[in-house]
């Protein structure tokens, strides 16, 4: 789920907690995540899977996206190497949870998965 969006001038930083129920469901996660980042960075016209569903894509940026020096990062926090997905012997060895930040709170703190769009 959503835990905290921060919109610049410049780009987005969004991070979430992972809620897969299993390792197969993060794999898709990770697969798509991939797939339309791919989709941003290379430009296109988004697909219409069936036009009585919702679309796929907002129309935000129109009818076609052009690539535009586009820059995603995509990071991982330790929460993701927990027990619930059989990860937890390939956990970095210096990942750890991020500490507090003055100011910050802990808003930005355990998430699972980090973005940043530039």
Known sequence: GLHRYDKSSNGHDISFDVVAKTKEDLVRLFKT????????MVGGTPKIVDP?????????L???VF????????AVG??????????SNLKPKHL???????NDGKRWLSRS?????R
Do not use: H
């Open 113 to 117: 998965i980090f973005i940043r769009s």
């Open 96 to 102: 750890t949870t991020m500490t507090d930040f003055p």
């Open 67 to 74: 690539p535009d020096n586009l820059t995603v990062t995509v």
């Open 33 to 40: 995540l991939t797939e339309r980042i791919e989709f941003l």
């Open 78 to 87: 330790a929460s993701l190497f927990d027990n619930r997905y059989g990860l």
């Open 52 to 60: 009585k569903l919702p679309p796929t894509d907002s129309g935000v």
């Open 62 to 64: 129109g009818t076609k």
